[in-house]
């Protein structure tokens, strides 16, 4: 049984302006494609992966066979961490969580930014709740995922260039701003 790429749950332009349909078609129609093609080329030659949950690969595989399941768990997380109605600010107990841990939505906003600016090279920003149910900033690098870490996913921003490159070239920060304006404030109360 081979995995399969998730439907996006919007329309490949439905996060222009501040996303392109062009950034989606390559981002989620080749790249997210390319790590599911590659993950059950994986399991194909790999009895010992026969069967396995996508989540079971992750938290037990180790090189290219963990890059390509961790992707394709962490696009499908990304994908719903944006909505074309998202953006603005939080509201109900993910709103009183953030404030909690971070002082202030704008704080939270700041330490959050600031992360996925400085995350050097290919990964991922981290809205995540830990084992103690305390809601941190994280980032990892390359495939990396909170799956690993003991950690609850909450909202992600995806920070390699692939996500940003067509619509905003090399000025990360940029996409990172532009990214607010889609955060789908309803998967993070879901994730909560
Ligand atoms: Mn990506």
Redesign the pocket.
Known sequence: MAFKLPELPYSKDALSPHISARTLEF?YGK?HQGYVNKLNAAVEGDSALAGKSLEDIIRTAKGGVFNNAAQVWN?TFYWHSMSPNGGGAPSGDIAKAIDKAFGSFSDFKEKFSTAAAGQFGSGWAWLVKDAAGQLAITTTSNAGTPLTEGQKAILTC?V?E??YYLDYQNARPSYIEAWWNLVNWEHAAKNL
Do not use: E, G, I, R
């Open positions: 981002h790249h696009h995806d390699w692939h996500a």
